[in-house]
């Protein structure tokens, strides 16, 4: 097999259209760790939570005789949350911040593209979301005994799924909100149907049918749907995974439709 | 050496013209200043030949290269600092720095250009509490890192003292003598005419005027405006007799202000030795690039 390289242009093709990513993902952790409130609310607080439902004592107890406790039936709802807050609400804010303030068009006067910026802030937001999962995870199984998922597999693509489905949602919010004051207001007001949905104040397991129905095309119903069943080492149903990769295709088309740089 | 030509600009926002016909070139090694009142359509201008927007007519080269479709290689050649661009508030100078240099191929010294920008004590001080001008001086660091052969640079010091003013100005003289074609966008009079070696004077979408700042102030035959307090009473008419003098006004507390063009300041004082009076207090108002941008852009009449 021959392949011909047009040598005038190597040289500046050699960079790839990525060039940056890592240079400008590197950054963007390091502002993200420097926002203590920002950091504390997507690393620490949803251990908290469940550190505080844990304690609970009711949440200790079997729903039903030999059946998971309430607890048990939270971890995944919290993991829900943990992306639900970094989707929402963090990227939007970072994102139209930085449209607000004229950062992201800077980033146009450069041979980066501003493309690269916003995907150096999803990879921070999604590494911070990781860690966070992780500790609540961790947390559970030390402090509470809540079984780690038993098919990570499974997990992982419920992980997965969700991430997209909440990501795109965050994305669209982004590109709709004028400032980074509002693109944090439209995901606050947006965090709770969302969560309400996920079960976050009425797991799914004791929703009534037809609230159930309606969470299950949700995006966060689809999600703790699908890391529920893959924390008891089931498969997520198809329904979900087709609800969230649904949410996904409509809110990404929606996002770049919509999105301005300036 | 031609650096950039723009040739019958044209750009639209819905109904309203922003650029109606604007050509110009602007040779190597030149401050070339883009002049004209607010909403005369110079941002657009520039952010054309930037690329940032897509012209709706008109064709523009910077380098040879076409800023649609040439873009990656005009990045890495044109210098930008902008107007109103921020960083995130909690990078430091030195972050900001280190960080844009990974975007260029061959990036210049980041360091020797925070000393010389006069920032190497902010180097680790976040954005957000630098001062106007030091925000504005990182920029204009970060446009040069690249090394550009062209640097665009738009409303550099609004919102700066005057003493950062001046400081910023023998700046952009010093990024010329590197051999940096400069292309300067301001409303400032005493900008233009302090720093440019040429201006496309700009009004309603046009250009006005390309010309350089003493050019611009001869075609609009404004006149010089002589005042003094005489030692004595004057005769009007002698003065107006000279052939110099335009007007003749005598004010109620006895001063006199006169008009005139050419050599009048000379006639005027010659003019008044002969008749033994003494100007105290006299001052001369030369054109300046002031009046030709009011003549030539019809400010004051609208």
Not at chain 2, 97 to 118: C, H, I, K, M, Q
Not at chain 2, 284 to 290: A, E, G, I, M, N
């Amino acid at each position: 097999m021959t392949t011909t390289t047009l040598p005038t242009t190597a040289h500046r093709r050699s960079r790839g259209p990525f060039a940056g990513l890592r240079a400008l993902t590197l950054s963007e952790s390091r502002l993200f760790a420097r926002d203590r409130v920002g950091a504390f609310f997507t690393l620490a607080f949803p251990t908290v939570l469940l550190l505080v439902l844990g304690l609970i004592p009711s949440f200790k107890e079997p729903l039903a005789p030999g059946g998971p406790r309430l607890i048990d039936v939270y971890t995944p709802i919290i993991v829900a949350m943990v992306l639900s807050t970094s989707a929402v609400q963090g990227l939007p804010a970072v994102v139209a911040t930085y449209r607000e303030q004229g950062v992201l068009r800077r980033m146009r006067t450069t041979p980066v593209r501003p493309q690269t910026l916003l995907l150096a802030i999803m990879a921070t937001m999604m590494g911070v979301t990781l860690v966070s999962t992780v500790l609540v995870l961790v947390v559970a199984r030390l402090a509470f005994g809540v079984p780690l998922p038993q098919s990570p597999l499974a997990y992982l693509v419920a992980l997965l799924f969700t991430g997209v489905a909440v990501y795109g949602l965050g994305l669209l919010v982004a590109a709709v909100a004028p400032s980074g004051r509002a693109g944090n207001a439209i995901g606050t007001v947006l965090f709770f149907p969302l969560m309400f949905f996920g079960g976050l104040w009425l797991p799914r397991d004791v929703m009534p049918e037809l609230l159930r129905g309606i969470s299950d095309f949700t995006p966060l119903g689809a999600g703790a749907g699908a890391l529920q069943a893959a924390a008891w080492g089931e498969w997520p149903q198809l329904l979900h995974l087709a609800v969230l990769a649904g949410w996904a295709v409509l809110t990404a088309a929606l996002a770049t439709r919509f999105f301005r740089w300036e | 050496m031609t650096v950039i030509e723009v040739n019958g600009l044209q750009k639209r926002y819905g109904e309203h013209v922003a650029v109606a016909d604007v050509s110009f070139e602007v040779q190597e090694g030149e401050i070339f200043g883009v002049l004209g009142p607010n909403g005369a359509g110079k941002t657009t201008t520039v952010e054309c030949v930037e690329g940032l927007r897509v012209p709706d007519g008109g064709t523009i080269r910077v380098l040879g290269l076409d800023p649609q479709r040439d873009v990656v290689a005009l990045r890495q050649v044109l210098g930008v600092q902008l107007q109103d661009s921020k960083l995130p508030e909690r990078m430091t100078v030195a972050e900001a720095v280190s960080l844009y240099s990974t975007f260029y191929d061959d990036p210049a010294d980041g360091d020797a250009l925070v000393d010389r920008l006069n920032l190497a004590r902010q180097r680790d001080t976040r954005f957000g509490n630098l001062s106007g001008g030091q925000q504005q001086r990182l920029a204009i660091v970060l446009a040069l890192l690249g090394r550009p052969r062209v640097a665009v640079l738009d409303e550099l010091t609004t919102g700066l003292d005057p003493q950062s003013r001046r400081h910023t100005w023998e700046l952009v003289e010093q990024i010329r003598d590197d051999g940096v074609t400069v292309v300067l966008v301001t409303h400032f009079m005493e900008e233009a005419e302090r720093l440019c070696d040429r201006i496309a004077l700009i009004d309603a979408g046009r250009v006005v005027a390309v010309d350089t700042p003493s050019g611009l102030v001869e075609r609009t035959r404004a006149p010089q405006v002589i005042r003094f307090r005489p030692s004595g009473p004057v005769d009007e008419d002698m003065l107006r007799a000279l052939p110099e003098v335009g007007s003749v006004v005598t004010h109620r507390d006895g001063r006199v202000e006169v008009t005139g063009t050419g050599d009048v300041l000379a006639t005027v004082t010659t003019a008044l030795a002969h008749e033994r009076i003494i100007a105290a207090e006299l001052r001369v108002t030369q054109p300046r690039l002031d009046d030709a941008f009011v003549a030539l852009t019809g400010e004051g009449t609208r």
